[in-house]
């Protein structure tokens, strides 16, 4: 089924309940960076739904689990930057990605004293806990980092138009690093039933129709003097690094980050209009812990640098934040 407009998408798709006070959020968040000429980087990160129902109790999800979006975040924030995260609620989020599941508990210790009861962390566990507790708070107290969430596609873009058109007042110290992972696919609004699928009704026949293409204006209308880095995913080979290129020709957009599902945090590959550049862990630098996105921030935070006009970021922003 062929894609709509995106303008007939955000004509037949309302606005979330929470956008206003988002939209809010962000303004904010934008203004007081831009007063200091800070850069400002958003960062996409997790998967988004596709809700069968109205009142939604099922919908079409993906695989990602924000780790990238999550990680990247924190290497933004170590380089200077303002991170607006726009991430897919309870998907993972920078600094607590680092401790889920029992991570947490296994670090504690309790002191049963009735009503003088104490929780500590273990000794072996300070070290851990105390660098990634003090660059959270860090972020914190300075305003750098701006939690939004989205579930559905439909919220995703809606938040997505709504972050670029603030941020088409930041110019070139713009920075969109699009790792969210985006259905292709979703239902239209007037194909989705009001309440709950029975099962009395026999199978459902569900057709996806393809979600047009928001990157075109999101380059050439939302915010044109950004630096906009896509990612392209793929679970064949063959189709990644053309499919990447494609996407670079057809969106004249800066950079594509194409990997594959299978060995995502191990490899990536910058592809820009002149080259290709591949990043690879080695097995001992994944056994150690090392985060592939640290290098791929670098090496962005490099290219944004040049494309400001400043040959040594992060060092030009004018005032700290
Ligand atoms: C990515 O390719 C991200 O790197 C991942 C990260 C989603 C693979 P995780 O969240 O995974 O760390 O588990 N994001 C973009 C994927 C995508 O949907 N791209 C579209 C495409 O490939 C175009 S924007 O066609």
């Keep these: 089924m062929a894609s709509g407009s995106w ?61 990238r979006g999550a990680a990247s975040a924190e290497y933004f924030l170590e380089h200077g930057y303002a991170v607006i995260f726009m991430h897919r609620q309870k998907s993972l989020e920078p600094f607590t990605r680092n401790f889920t599941g029992q991570k947490l508990f296994d670090m504690l210790d309790l002191q049963d004293r ?80 009001t309440h709950k699928m029975q099962s009395a009704s026999g199978p459902p026949v569900i057709q996806l129709h393809l979600v047009p293409k928001m990157l075109a204006p999101l380059v050439n209308l939302w915010v044109p003097e950004a630096y906009v880095v896509s990612f392209k995913l793929e679970t064949d080979e063959n189709l990644l690094i053309p499919k990447a290129r494609a996407a670079l020709e057809k969106y004249k957009h800066k950079m594509v980050v194409a990997n594959m599902l299978q060995t995502r945090h191990q490899r990536v590959i910058l592809v820009t209009p002149d080259a290709n550049q591949e990043i690879v862990l080695s097995r001992e630098e994944v056994h150690a812990g090392i985060d592939i996105e640290g290098v791929i921030v670098s090496d962005i935070v490099r290219a944004h640098g040049a494309h400001m006009g400043c040959g040594a970021p992060p060092s030009c922003a004018r005032s700290p934040r």
């Design 114 to 193: 009735g009503p003088n009861t104490t929780i500590t962390v273990k000794q072996d566990s300070v070290f851990v806990l105390a660098p990634v507790l003090q660059r959270y708070q860090a972020a914190h107290a300075a305003g750098a980092l701006l939690h939004v969430a989205f579930t559905s596609v439909s919220e995703y873009f809606w938040l997505l138009r709504a972050a670029c058109e603030l941020l088409a007042r930041t110019g070139p110290r713009a920075l969109l690093y699009l790792a969210a992972a985006v259905s292709d696919f979703y239902v239209p609004k007037d194909r989705v039933p």
């Design 7 to 67: 303008e007939e998408f955000f004509a037949v798709h309302l606005p979330p309940t929470d956008f206003e006070d988002n939209r809010s959020l962000l303004k904010e968040f934008c203004e007081r960076h831009d007063q200091y000429g800070n850069k400002i980087v958003l960062v996409t990160s997790g998967g988004t739904t596709v809700p069968l129902e109205h009142n939604t109790v099922r919908f079409v999800d993906n695989f990602s689990a924000g780790t």
